[in-house]
């Protein structure tokens, strides 16, 4: 099993800043890729930011404004939100995707951290 613990959301006006932490523990010999998601009442889960191998890539809304990184202790993942606006309100989802053990691959989601802009 892997556990993915997110932290960092809260409630912030419109031009705030936010960080985000996720840290993934458990059975991991390898990770992949680790992200962030977001997903708006009433729509679905939508990418945020992922980062692979120190490449990063961003949904275009984000772009500019949000800095996806890993930390210094290799299971955990970052998500550093400014300019915020009040269409980034969601709950945010850590993801992270690799491998158990050599040939078996694990995809895992964290519990969410809401976050609040308001305008």
């Known amino acids: 099993q892997v556990q993915l613990v997110e932290s960092g959301g809260g409630l912030v006006e419109a031009g705030g800043s936010l960080r985000l932490s996720c840290a993934a523990s458990g059975s991991i010999f390898s990770i992949a890729t680790m992200g962030w998601y977001r997903q708006a009442p009433g729509k679905q889960r939508e990418l945020v930011a992922t980062i692979t191998n120190g490449r990063t890539n961003y949904a275009d809304n984000v772009k500019g404004r949000f800095t996806i990184s890993r930390g210094n202790a290799k299971n955990t993942v970052y998500l550093q939100m400014n300019s915020l606006k009040p269409e980034d309100t969601g709950v945010y989802y850590c993801?992270?995707?690799?491998?158990?053990?050599?040939?078996?691959?694990?995809?895992?989601w964290g519990q969410g951290t809401q976050v609040t802009v308001s305008s």
């Open positions: 993801n992270t995707s690799g491998t158990r053990s050599p040939g078996f691959p694990f995809n895992s």
